[in-house]
Nanobody, 127 residues
Framework: QVHLVESGGGSVQAGGSLRLSCAAS????????MGWFRQDPGKERERVAT????????YYIDSVKGRFTISQDHANNTMYLQMNSLKPEDTAMYYC????????????????????WGQGTQVTVSS
C-alpha cells in the first residue's frame, strides 16, 4: 500500500514563505497523480494544487496562482509545495493525497477522487 507523510509546516508572518514536502513509500510508480489539500476548522477541505506523476501537468486553485508552486522529485519519491507571499487566509492543515494508477480523475478538486492521504501538516500565517 502507499504511505504518505507530510512535513515542512510551521508558523510564519504574512508575506513569508514555507515549503511543504510529501514523502511517498510503497508502489510510488503506480500513482496517477498527487495533490495538496487544505482544511481550516469550520471550513470545507479544498484542493490547492495537483500534479500528474507522468508528464508533470499541474493545476492550481485560483487563490494560490502565482504564489504557490507544486513540484515532484521522482528520484526521492517526494512532492513539494513551495508557498510564497503567504496570507493569513492560507492558514490551514495541509494534506498530501494521491490517486492510484487507473483510478478516478485527478483535477476535479473533490477529496473523494483521491485514494491515499497523509496525516497533515499545520501552516499558520499571522498578520
Amino acid at each position: 500500500q502507499v504511505h504518505l507523510v507530510e512535513s515542512g509546516g510551521g508558523s510564519v508572518q504574512a508575506g513569508g514563505s514555507l515549503r511543504l514536502s510529501c514523502a511517498a513509500s510503497g508502489y510510488s510508480y503506480s500513482l496517477k497523480c498527487m495533490g495538496w489539500f487544505r482544511q481550516d476548522p469550520g471550513k470545507e477541505r479544498e484542493r490547492v494544487a495537483t500534479i500528474y506523476i507522468f508528464g508533470g501537468t499541474t493545476y492550481y486553485i485560483d487563490s494560490v496562482k502565482g504564489r504557490f508552486t507544486i513540484s515532484q522529485d521522482h528520484a526521492n519519491n517526494t512532492m513539494y509545495l513551495q508557498m510564497n507571499s503567504l496570507k493569513p487566509e492560507d492558514t490551514a492543515m495541509y494534506y498530501c493525497a494521491a490517486v492510484r494508477a487507473g483510478g478516478r480523475r485527478c483535477v476535479g478538486g473533490r477529496p473523494d477522487e483521491y485514494d491515499y492521504w497523509g496525516q497533515g501538516t499545520q501552516v499558520t500565517v499571522s498578520s
